[in-house]
């Protein structure tokens, strides 16, 4: 009852935004990016004991780190924009295809360099990140070609890669841009800068969701794209949107805080978006080339469109933050 | 030609000295349409830090603007496809005459004056026709309607006088629409953009078209460097994360340079040029992504992007001292330069697409 009365008491008066910001960058942000540095080390441990792309420890650790990465990639201001970190950790879309002709590139002159971690990390963000890796364990052609040596050199160049990238964004989010986020200061002016930056971020990922890990495979009715599901080689298409969704929720209701009604909504609208998702059985979007199962994950995208609706129509004016005026434009 | 640029411009200048110059109109840097608190729209005239000098209401959303030579007269263009354009007075704020678009046609929100002042050429669809048309108005007295011609494509959006030559460089954005279909793009399975080079009488005299497989990205937005060149922003149609150039540069004559093409970074733009400008220098120019929330700068002689700097619905962008100057739809101004971005001014406000210099 003490609770109930404590909740209402919360939920009468909008929280002031630095309250807000704390809250999201302690309780959100800052784990989301430790839990990607710890994976990610896992991840480069693992390919140090075993390189085999077959081999079970190294993809499940591969796997872990990844969904640390889509859980924490809508975050993309600060650390993950200094030296083009969040590119060289995920280069995607990839629409000129050059992650498999840089792979191929190093392979087929065994460049030494990717020996050296940090000749590599000046490398293209092209043969780095995640989705490099995905073609070196999953890739039929990449994952067989060269030698095994170099393409385990590889693999473990692109681990421990990941590794450092995932290490420095964490510590910079902890060592200085989380003071930056939690009230104004030099970065951000006011505390409304601050919640459109979280505002935006949260839009901005559900805009990924909608026009690019659903809208680049479905492509149109006459020429959908299967090829284009984002980590189909490994199988995660549909995942991704799952970790990503149950990613964005918390994140959106943290900004609804003090308006239950909204957050209420809000937690409907995902919950919508999750059953459909979960339903769908398809996990590389393979459906989008016949009626039926494009109609289920265009009905998918739908929900992620309406969920998007709801944050600018309710969720922005609740947090007296709009959509950008220029950017709406389309001038 | 600079040369009888100069002396006609000196001439006007001589023979209106009795009259009013830029000077007392508090020799305002920058114009930019804008909407209040309040949701009205206006058109400002602001100085080099941001502060406002003068308003002017406008009877709906303005886009860009003109600034006389000589006069301190500007002309605030409706945002498409709406048809007005309003010529003020920027000592008052008054505004002296409202142009009207001939039956048929809308402005597209850009024009620009005659070298020597004595006209005004506006960006205008045909939309019965799907032509794009450059209307010419007689600015020496009561801006009647002289004549019109071809823009070179469909969608001329933004324009500027040469400066290699006398003429007019137009950004043909390709794309068709008709106010009966509001903003609906038309036209998207056989859009051409291209840059028209015009005589100030309207012979096309070159013209630039991108290649095939960039068919879809609309050039909309124009700088021009003192040494002629052109620098061009684009827009993009097709699916949403294809790596592709936003800007580019471009000279008659020539095949045109497309900048930071291999960079990943240029997907931050999300494939949405808003504004560009050149530095004060010319040695690098500058393209803003209100949908990015960024300013990418590159250098024009490498084409490699330099830095980016992160400005909430940042599009407005003019060359200054330091390097640029951005304005934002949260009413902020910024000064950049190779040492950061630096807040100057921020007006209680929303700052319209673009930020128009007055040299």
Request: proline letters at 6%; charged letters at 20%; hydrophobic letters at 40%.
């Amino acid at each position: 009852m003490r609770a109930l009365a404590l909740t209402l008491a919360l939920t009468a008066a909008p929280v002031a935004a630095s309250e807000l910001s704390s809250s999201i960058t302690d309780k959100l942000i800052l784990p989301a990016f430790e839990e990607l540095a710890a994976d990610s080390r896992t991840l480069a441990r693992a390919a140090q004991a075993d390189c085999d792309p077959q081999s079970g420890a190294l993809r499940a650790a591969y796997g872990e780190a990844f969904d640390a990465w889509i859980a924490a990639s809508h975050y993309r201001f600060g650390p993950t924009e200094t030296d083009s970190r969040a590119f060289a950790l995920a280069f995607w879309p990839d629409s000129r295809s050059k992650t498999p002709k840089a792979l191929a590139g190093l392979i087929r002159s065994e460049d030494a360099g990717i020996k050296d971690p940090a000749k590599f990390a000046s490398y293209s963000i092209a043969s780095r990140g995640f989705y490099a890796l995905e073609f070196l364990l999953y890739d039929p052609q990449l994952s067989t070609a060269g030698t095994p040596e170099y393409r385990c050199a590889l693999t473990r160049a692109v681990s421990t890669d990941i590794a450092a990238t995932s290490k420095a964004i964490s510590a910079d989010w902890q060592q200085s841009y989380a003071a930056e986020l939690r009230a104004p200061g030099s970065r951000y002016q006011t505390e409304d800068e601050i919640t459109q930056e979280l505002f935006k971020t949260l839009t901005t990922g559900l805009q990924v969701l909608d026009g690019m890990r659903l809208g680049r495979p479905l492509g149109t009715y006459q020429k959908p794209r299967p090829n284009r599901a984002e980590a189909r080689r490994s199988g995660r298409s549909l995942r991704h949107v799952l970790v990503s969704l149950n990613a964005l929720e918390p994140l959106a209701v943290a900004l609804a805080e003090g308006h239950a009604d909204l957050q209420e909504k809000i937690t409907a609208g995902f919950a919508k978006a999750r059953t459909k998702a979960e339903a769908l059985d398809d996990p590389v979007f393979a459906g989008v080339s016949d009626p039926a199962g494009r109609f289920r994950i265009e009905s998918l995208q739908q929900e992620i469109k309406d969920l998007h609706t709801l944050m600018r129509e309710d969720l922005g004016p609740a947090l007296g933050v709009a959509a950008g005026f220029n950017a709406l434009d389309g001038d | 030609m600079t040369t009888r640029r100069g002396f006609l411009a000196g001439l006007m200048a001589s023979t209106l000295t009795s009259q009013a110059s830029w000077a007392s109109a508090g020799s305002p840097a920058f114009l930019s349409a804008g909407k209040d608190a309040s949701g009205a729209f206006l058109l400002a005239g602001l100085s080099d830090t941001g502060g406002i000098l003068f308003r002017h209401p406008l009877p709906g959303r303005g886009h860009a603007a003109a600034a006389h030579p000589v006069r301190p007269e500007a002309v605030a263009f409706a945002r498409r496809p709406d048809r007005f354009a309003d010529v003020i007075d920027c000592r008052s704020g008054a505004a002296t005459a409202r142009l009207e678009p001939p039956a048929g046609h809308h402005f597209y929100g850009h024009g620009t004056f005659s070298p020597d002042g004595s006209r005004l050429f506006t960006t205008e669809n045909d939309y019965e026709n799907a032509r794009g048309v450059i209307g010419v108005w007689d600015a020496t007295g009561g801006y009647r309607r002289i004549t019109a011609f071809s823009s070179g494509g469909i969608g001329p959006h933004d324009m500027a006088l040469r400066r290699d030559a006398p003429g007019l460089v137009v950004a043909n954005g390709g794309i068709e629409t008709h106010p009966d279909s509001g903003r609906a793009k038309l036209n998207l399975p056989d859009m051409r953009p291209n840059l028209s080079y015009l005589s100030l009488e309207g012979e096309l005299q070159a013209q630039m078209e991108l290649a095939q497989e960039l068919r879809l990205n609309s050039i909309r937005h124009l700088a021009v460097r003192a040494d002629g060149t052109v620098g061009f922003a684009m827009q993009w149609q097709g699916d949403p994360g294809e790596q592709l150039p936003a800007a580019g540069l471009h000279r008659p004559g020539t095949a045109p340079r497309l900048m930071a093409e291999d960079d990943a970074r240029v997907l931050n733009l999300k494939g949405y040029g808003g504004s560009v400008a050149f530095s004060a220098d010319g040695s690098r120019i500058g393209v803003t992504s209100p949908r990015g929330g960024v300013l990418q700068v590159m250098d024009t002689v490498s084409g490699a992007l330099l830095r980016e700097f992160r400005m909430h619905d940042v599009c407005g962008l003019a060359a200054s001292a330091g390097g640029f100057t951005a304005s934002t739809g949260n009413g902020q101004f910024f000064a950049v330069s190779d040492a950061g971005q630096h807040p100057l001014h921020r007006a209680d406000l929303a700052w319209d697409n673009h930020l128009i210099p007055l040299i």
